[in-house]
């Protein structure tokens, strides 16, 4: 491995290229202290050195990530990338996480569904948890624990939407029916209740 190019990245930080490649962010003084230049070709104790640097940082990063909320597994992984750390040391610091228990996809799906469940669409539930990287086979399995009523979420959500919108009238009966059916309800249902509530 050589490196390649060092540049600076604002005050406080240099970007290291091996052989062409962006590898990694430093510290100035973690910098200085590894005694890096331009085309160095790094030794097998310089390598492990500087890996063994990035994966310290990249756990303790982890573990500061979620004590501000919690992560699934891909959002923890794709905020280590984000911060440049290379895949290797991202995975390894997020396996590590893992291995303490600070992440557990499953717990994630529970809270996620006690705090969402609510207000959201069985769709749009399902949809929100694919995105932060949840199996689709652990959501399923989650999902049978829960006793969910769309019916009844999309009655409250329309009774509110009415206190602050107005009633259901005959001139904007489409645009209730179209907010209702972007958040992921069934039509049948959203068209019983909106008959229902029209004056």
Request: proline fraction near 2%; aromatic fraction near 12%.
């Amino acid at each position: 491995m050589q490196i390649t190019r060092i540049e600076p990245k604002g005050q406080k930080q240099v970007r290291i290229f091996l052989d062409e490649e962006r590898f990694c962010l430093l510290y100035l003084n973690e910098f200085r202290a590894l005694g890096f230049q331009e085309d160095q070709e790094l030794s097998s104790q310089e390598w492990t050195e500087l890996c063994g640097l990035l994966l310290y940082r990249a756990k303790r990063k982890a573990l500061a990530l979620l004590k501000s909320r919690d992560r699934t597994r891909k959002e923890l992984k794709e905020r280590l990338l984000r911060l440049e750390y290379p895949e290797r040391i991202a995975e390894e610091a997020v396996t590590y996480a893992e291995s303490y228990g600070y992440i557990n996809d499953e717990e994630y799906v529970r809270r996620y569904m006690e705090y969402r469940a609510v207000s959201r669409s069985a769709l749009q539930i399902r949809q929100e948890l694919m995105q932060k990287g949840i199996d689709s086979h652990i959501i399923e399995r989650i999902w049978d624990e829960y006793e969910y009523d769309e019916t009844a979420i999309l009655e409250q959500q329309m009774e509110k939407r009415i206190r602050q919108k107005g009633p259901v009238t005959k001139e904007n009966f489409q645009k209730y029916y179209g907010f209702f059916a972007r958040k992921g309800f069934s039509s049948n249902s959203i068209l019983y209740l909106l008959k229902k509530y029209k004056q």
